[in-house]
T-cell receptor, first 116, second 113 residues
Framework: DAGITQSPRHKVTETGTPVTLRCHQT?????MYWYRQDPGHGLRLIHY???????DKGEVSDGYSVSRSKTEDFLLTLESATSSQTSVYFC???????????????FGPGTRLLVL | KNQVEQSPQSLIILEGKNCTLQ??????????LRWYKQDTGRGPVSLTI???SENTKSNGRYTATLDADTKQSSLHITASQLSDSASYIC????????????WGLGTSLAVNP
């Protein structure tokens, strides 16, 4: 999984509790992404980062926030988890945003989150 | 509306056989198309990337084709192996200011002995 780790790998939590997922990379790539994957949907982008402290919203950002204080770490926070946020969350990294092989996104192993 | 549709939804083949997966897209303007392989319980892994001017690209036993005129792509797997059992996802990158990725739902392939 290309020098990308996610923690925790599995989590069960209750509705209304805050949850933070961590993505750590050792590739020194500039871009980092958080996706969710659900049955019946393609991967959906939650938030992405194009540098330390530089983040932007994806297509399904409501209810999520992110932070990137170091190149290697990208945190995803569910401020108050809801059952609709039960999903598999993937972190990805890429060297660039432009066309070509450098924009290849490399994915972490995923975090399975269950919100009861 | 930008969409990526894949067919079939699922496929079962015997080890050693060939198969072809289809991807139709309506993304415009078009930048590139990528095929990913996703093993169960793991993140997607890129197989090939194709731009507008490329018709065919191979990666070992995987060969992707692109017809930009009809907005269709295919992924051909030759001499399938048990390890090819996975979901294969087609992803199209839009061009221009909004360089959004549009993900297909994937084709689930099972290779049986």
């Amino acid at each position: 999984d290309a020098g990308i780790t996610q923690s925790p790998r599995h989590k069960v939590t209750e509705t209304g509790t805050p949850v933070t997922l961590r993505c750590h990379q050792t590739e020194n790539h500039r871009y980092m992404y958080w996706y969710r994957q659900d049955p019946g949907h393609g991967l959906r982008l939650i938030h992405y980062s194009y540098g330390v402290k530089d983040t932007d919203k994806g297509e399904v950002s409501d209810g999520y926030s992110v932070s990137r204080s170091k190149t290697e770490d990208f945190l995803l926070t569910l401020e108050s988890a809801t059952s609709s946020q039960t999903s598999v969350y993937f972190c990805a990294i890429s060297e660039t945003w432009t066309s070509g092989e450098q924009e290849t996104q490399y994915f972490g192993p995923g975090t399975r989150l269950l919100v009861l | 509306k930008n969409q990526v549709e894949q067919s079939p939804q699922s496929l079962i083949i015997l080890e050693g056989k060939n198969c072809t997966l289809q991807c139709n897209y309506t993304v415009s303007p078009f930048s590139n198309l990528r095929w990913y392989k996703q093993d169960t319980g793991r993140g997607p892994v890129s197989l090939t990337i194709m731009t507008f001017s490329e018709n065919t690209k191979s990666n070992g036993r995987y060969t992707a084709t692109l017809d930009a005129d009809t907005k269709q792509s295919s992924l051909h797997i030759t001499a399938s192996q048990l390890s090819d059992s996975a979901s294969y996802i087609c992803v199209v990158r839009a061009a221009g200011n909004n360089r959004k990725l549009i993900w297909g739902l994937g084709t689930s392939l099972a290779v049986n002995p």
